[in-house]
């Protein structure tokens, strides 16, 4: 990400936001269990860094990071490492190839 030096400069937050998500519509009877009416952006959860450094992590609405106190003017790297449910690591199946 490319910031300019006038952003860079000013003083004012600067939010990586993922999005806002999706309704969902429920489908039939509900089960015995449990099922969230918002599909978010991110599933189910991630860690931003911006230029090495911790920014925050995404989890719930809203979806976004304030990252305005770790970028400069110039090019910026962001990393988003993007986890899938607790379960699936306690499985301990093979990690997907993205």
């Known amino acids: 990400m490319t910031i300019d030096q006038a952003m860079a400069a000013?003083?004012?937050p600067l939010y990586l936001n993922f999005g806002e998500g999706t309704?969902?519509?429920p489908q039939g009877r509900p089960g015995s269990g449990m099922r969230a009416m918002?599909?978010?952006p991110v599933h189910e959860a991630a860690?931003?860094?911006v230029n090495g450094?911790?920014?925050g992590s995404v989890w719930c609405a809203p979806y976004e990071v304030e990252v305005g106190g770790?970028?400069?003017a110039g090019e910026n790297?962001?990393?988003v490492e993007v986890a899938n449910l607790a379960i699936n690591e306690m499985a301990k199946g093979p990690l997907p190839d993205y």
Do not use: M
């Open 53 to 55: 450094k911790p920014a």
């Open 23 to 25: 309704p969902v519509t």
């Open 77 to 79: 790297t962001i990393r």
């Open 38 to 40: 918002l599909e978010g």
């Open 70 to 72: 770790l970028v400069h």
């Open 47 to 49: 860690v931003v860094t």
């Open 10 to 12: 000013s003083k004012h």
